[in-house]
């Protein structure tokens, strides 16, 4: 399974920005997906996950500013992120898991920078 971020940019705090995932996999509806970030110095932390049965889960951090959702039949996942912060900076990966285990695909990551 091949996962392809985009969406990510040049913001300023407050802004808005919507990220995209597809996935190059016919049973997509059968993935749980999620986004993970990663600022600079710091571990990849968990932002947002959306499972195969519909149950959606957040960061604290991010609770009621991000929303994630998905579309199947276009086989992408999205997380729209709202009243962004500069502590939203970071690289944002997409995942995808068949399993309620470990995310064993990855995408390459795309780039949110949020000026103050």
């Known amino acids: 399974v091949q996962l392809q971020a985009s969406g990510g940019g040049l913001v300023q705090t407050g802004d808005s920005l919507r990220l995209s995932c597809v996935a190059s996999?016919?049973?997509?509806?059968?993935?749980?997906m999620a986004w993970f970030r990663q600022a600079p110095g710091k571990e990849r932390e968990f932002v947002s996950t959306y499972n195969w049965y519909g149950g959606t889960f957040y960061a604290d951090s991010v609770k009621g500013r991000f929303t994630i959702s998905r579309d199947n039949a276009k086989n992408t996942v999205y997380l729209q992120m709202n009243s962004l912060k500069p502590e939203d900076t970071a690289v944002y990966y997409c995942?995808?898991?068949?399993?309620?285990?470990?995310?064993?695909?990855w995408g390459r990551g795309t780039q949110v920078t949020v000026s103050s």
């Open positions: 995942a995808g898991s068949r399993s309620t285990g470990p995310y064993e695909y």
């Open positions: 996999e016919r049973t997509f509806s059968r993935l749980a």
